[in-house]
């Protein structure tokens, strides 16, 4: 997997990716529609944020490529990459606990915010792609 050149895109699983760290100035895509909702990307380097109909879905620090991107009711999943290790935010049902997966090890629960916010940190720098799930308990 490497950086989404057209900083998103639909895949034939129907899933989406999207991101493109190897950029050196910030980049967007807005009005990306998919599965009946309308998708916004910012990306360069130091960020990659994603917004679904004008609401917070996900956002890197610093920029990543996110692959197979699948979101349900009570699950999100894809593969992330990027140069170095990342702090992942995602919008998810607010105080709902989640349990985490990385590369299919269990890295605990955790529990939003009054946000909806979840945040977790990836070591990215010495792997090629990590998948991350992340599932309501």
Avoid at 63 to 74: I, L, M, Q, R, Y
Avoid at 91 to 111: P, V
């Amino acid at each position: 997997m490497a950086a989404i050149s057209e900083l998103i895109r639909t895949e034939a699983d129907g899933t989406i990716s999207f991101g493109d760290y190897t950029l050196g100035a910030k980049a967007k895509h807005d009005n990306f529609e998919h599965d009946g909702d309308i998708y916004k990307v910012k990306t360069f380097k130091e960020i990659t944020k994603l917004e679904r109909n004008g609401m917070f879905v996900y956002e890197s620090v610093p920029g990543t490529a996110v692959d197979h991107f699948n979101e349900t009711e009570n699950s999100v999943e894809f593969v992330v990459e990027g140069p170095e290790d990342a702090q992942i935010t995602l919008g998810l049902e607010e105080e709902a606990e989640y349990e985490i997966t990385i590369n299919g090890a269990t890295a605990g629960t955790m529990k939003t915010n009054l946000g909806g916010k979840l945040s977790l940190s990836v070591e990215l720098e010495d792997s090629d792609a990590v998948t991350i799930k992340v599932q309501k308990k």
